[in-house]
């Protein structure tokens, strides 16, 4: 989970996915991983986004699992936020589907989103992680995610949404939407 999360910054998910699979099914521990060159990683992981620069991360994180974590990668947010590469987002989405804890892996579609429907008002997705965490009950923040990211995709997409056909847009404050379908 971890890994195919660094993979998918930035890159498309239909990118992702075949990609994790390849460089996977050459190694799928830290120790396997480590003995793989960065130019072997690089040709397994291609297309992704940033690839040369990923597949470097890759190693430096599985080494850092081995050398700190023992070789797992750890269950706890602020733990996985001190390996280079990993920052909130990924950190929640690890915790959150590698682990099932709670957590709210919140990017570019939740904060959007979360403004837009005028439930939280924040400047940035570190910001609103910390405003759902204190209003969303937990019992929701593990979902959250995967629920806005599909309907930031097909409905309430950054660049005119389509109002027109949104479920929710009765209740919805349309906070920055200045044209719309």
């Known amino acids: 989970m971890l890994i195919a999360c660094l993979l998918s910054l930035r890159t498309k998910d239909e990118t992702t996915g075949p990609a994790a699979a390849r460089l996977f099914a050459l190694a799928d521990t830290p120790e396997a991983m480590l003995r793989l060159t960065p130019s072997r990683i690089e040709r397994a992981i291609f297309p992704v986004g940033f690839y040369r620069t990923k597949a470097k991360g890759i190693l430096g994180v599985c080494r850092d699992l081995l050398s700190r974590f023992g070789g797992r990668v750890p269950d706890d947010i602020d733990a996985l936020l001190t390996l280079k590469g990993v920052g909130r987002k990924t950190a929640n989405l690890v915790v959150t589907q590698g682990f099932q804890k709670p957590g709210i892996c919140v ?25 759902l965490r204190a209003r969303l009950p937990r019992r929701y923040w593990i979902g959250y995610n995967d629920l806005l990211v599909s309907f930031g995709q097909n409905i309430c997409q950054p660049v005119s949404p389509w109002c027109s056909e949104c479920p929710v847009r009765v209740s919805c404050a349309r906070v920055g939407v200045t044209r719309s379908r």
């Open 107 to 131: 990017d570019i579609h939740v904060h959007r989103i979360s403004n837009r429907l005028g439930y939280v008002r924040t400047r940035n997705p570190n910001e609103t992680e910390t405003a």
